[in-house]
């Protein structure tokens, strides 16, 4: 059982964290059979344990999944949650933001999917699309109807000496999530770590292969020519936002089998931490059950 601490892929809190210098393949690789028997085997001790989050109802868990095109969020949310009750889990997936949307803070939207006492929940992507995307395409700001001059506040402090509007993001992002975590919603936050080579790489075997036609998109290669803005913008998001209660996970990436196995791990021994049992009866309805028992008509 490692502690929040503890894990090597864990983003500290310190304001340190350099994107370049985590890897985003794994040191010692097994054979793929290996990477599946771990998180095959963890879908079951998982599904136990969340049938005891559900009952016992005062927790929910929220996992954040953030990365570039191509680097396996979808799959990997697949392969792990696979056998979850669905009574008890909840995916949300934030694309382009609608009118309505952007006429709230961006907050809004995804504070109406947040998962329920004794869910599990999962962002797929995030309200962190608002310090990243729109970072580097800081032109998306002018339908966000926002009640000041939003171009001078993108590179540094205003003249009452606020912060630029990204630190302001953070620091609303970071308010925003020990609120939850005070009352009760555990957040874990995986930042999926895949190289630009291994990007292409999946990006051409869309490409060379027709029942993955469909997924390519040319806005995807459009979005991998800004690499750097993006590593640029990962890097201050994830040292900004990794705190004590939301930590991120740099997961690396170009290894899906591995991939899974880790984030598969993580999860479970998140939900492992939690002080759940099962409800209690009190002494009088358990007195009283061997009495319901003699009433059934099997």
């Known amino acids: 059982m490692f502690s929040i601490t503890e894990h090597p892929f864990l983003v500290p809190f310190d304001n340190s964290f350099e994107l370049?210098?985590?890897?985003?393949?794994?040191?010692d690789l097994n054979k793929k059979s290996h990477y599946k028997k771990i998180y095959k085997s963890n879908r079951q001790k998982l599904y136990e344990t969340q049938q005891k989050l559900y009952a016992h109802n005062k927790y929910s868990v929220l996992f954040i999944f953030q990365a570039m095109d191509a680097a396996g969020k979808d799959s990997t949310i697949r392969h792990v949650f696979r056998g979850v009750n669905p009574a008890g889990f909840q995916v949300s997936s934030f694309k382009q933001p609608s009118k309505r949307e952007l006429d709230h803070d961006f907050l809004w939207r995804t504070a109406k999917e947040l998962p329920q006492r004794g869910k599990i929940g999962i962002?797929?992507?995030?309200?962190?699309?608002?310090?990243?995307?729109?970072?580097?395409?800081?032109?998306?700001?002018?339908?966000?109807?926002?009640p000041f001059d939003y171009k001078a506040k993108l590179t540094s402090s205003d003249s009452k000496g606020e912060p630029d509007l990204w630190q302001q993001r953070f620091?609303?992002?970071?308010?925003?999530?020990?609120?939850?975590?005070s009352n009760g919603t555990v957040i874990r936050k995986?930042?999926?770590?895949?190289?630009?080579?291994?990007?292409?790489?999946?990006?051409?075997?869309?490409?060379?292969?027709?029942?993955?036609?469909?997924?390519?998109?040319?806005?995807?290669?459009?979005?991998s020519q800004l690499w750097d803005k993006y590593m640029e913008a990962y890097q201050d998001c994830l040292r900004s936002t990794s705190t004590p209660w939301a930590p991120w996970y740099c997961i690396p990436a170009d290894n899906k089998p591995a991939m899974r196995a880790t984030v598969s791990e993580i999860v479970l021994q998140t939900l492992k931490n939690l002080d759940i049992e099962y409800p209690q009866l009190d002494d009088d309805t358990?007195?009283?059950?061997?009495?319901?028992?003699?009433?059934?008509?099997i």
């Open 286 to 297: 358990t007195a009283k059950l061997q009495n319901f028992r003699s009433q059934l008509i």
């Open 171 to 181: 620091r609303s992002i970071n308010d925003h999530e020990h609120h939850l975590a």
């Open 123 to 146: 962002f797929n992507r995030s309200y962190y699309e608002e310090t990243l995307v729109v970072r580097v395409h800081p032109e998306y700001l002018q339908s966000q109807q926002l």
């Open 20 to 27: 370049a210098k985590m890897k985003t393949s794994f040191d």
């Open 190 to 223: 995986f930042f999926l770590n895949v190289s630009r080579e291994e990007q292409h790489r999946r990006f051409k075997d869309r490409i060379d292969r027709p029942e993955k036609n469909w997924k390519f998109s040319a806005s995807d290669l459009k979005e």
